[in-house]
T-cell receptor, first 117, second 112 residues
């Protein structure tokens, strides 16, 4: 089974621009979570999507948004980029379709390294 | 305030010894706690999950303990190998926010 894929792997943007990152979860997984990882703050939860609905949201400003499509693929958007948004953005998939209750084993993608200049 | 801490930023041990990493938390009541391994430039890899009603979990050379009274989890790698060198992250499930909160990680170096 293919793992979690994220595109693009690397991105350089300028302050004020916006960016869209993409995540394809493991086939059959219904939940996609997004995280931001920086040397100073570590891994921080952004939001989780399940069946096209945002289930949970972390403590990030409204400039960070996301969505999930019917095939479970997810996108994350950051508008009006700031220098502090430079980070590794990771998505993780979980909750196989055959499982009726939430499973908590998260499978991470390789991440998108975003640099804001 | 709520905190999740890992005992040290970096840990060096000799090959063949047991590595013990610590994760402590404050003002959380997690139902689950996980450990991940992360190599440079890669996403974390899930290793083990332990529930609040479980004292210990094992998988091959890995062992995790969970003490809800001490608010602490210990992660052990026995017979460590240089290939075990990586950053290890603990993560607890925050019942209030319904999401995982990660510790800062411990960078383990196993010296040959």
């Amino acid at each position: 089974k293919a793992g979690v894929t994220q595109t693009p792997r690397y991105l350089i943007k300028t302050r004020g621009q916006q960016v869209t990152l993409s995540c394809s979860p493991i086939s059959g997984h219904r939940s996609v979570s997004w995280y931001q990882q920086t040397p100073g703050q570590g891994l921080q939860f952004l939001f989780e999507y399940f069946s096209e609905t945002q289930r949970n949201k972390g403590n990030f400003p409204g400039r960070f948004s996301g969505r999930q499509f019917s095939n479970s693929r997810s996108e994350m958007n950051v508008s009006t980029l700031e220098l502090g948004d430079s980070a590794l953005y990771l998505c993780a998939s979980s909750w196989p379709e055959a499982t009726s209750e939430a499973t908590y084993e998260q499978y991470f993608g390789p991440g998108t390294r975003l640099t804001v200049t | 305030s709520q905190k999740i801490e890992q005992n040290s930023e970096a840990l060096n041990i000799q090959e063949g010894k047991t590595a013990t990493l610590t994760c402590n938390y404050t003002n959380y009541s997690p139902a689950y706690l996980q450990w991940y391994r992360q190599d440079p430039g890669r996403g974390p890899v899930f290793l083990l999950l332990i529930r609040e009603n479980e004292k210990e979990k094992r998988k091959e050379r890995l062992k995790v303990t969970f003490d809800t009274t001490l608010k602490q989890s210990l992660f052990h790698i026995t017979a460590s190998q240089p290939a075990d060198s990586a950053t290890y992250l603990c993560a607890l499930f925050d019942n209030y926010g319904q999401n995982f909160v990660f510790g800062p990680g411990t960078r383990l170096s196993v010296l040959p």
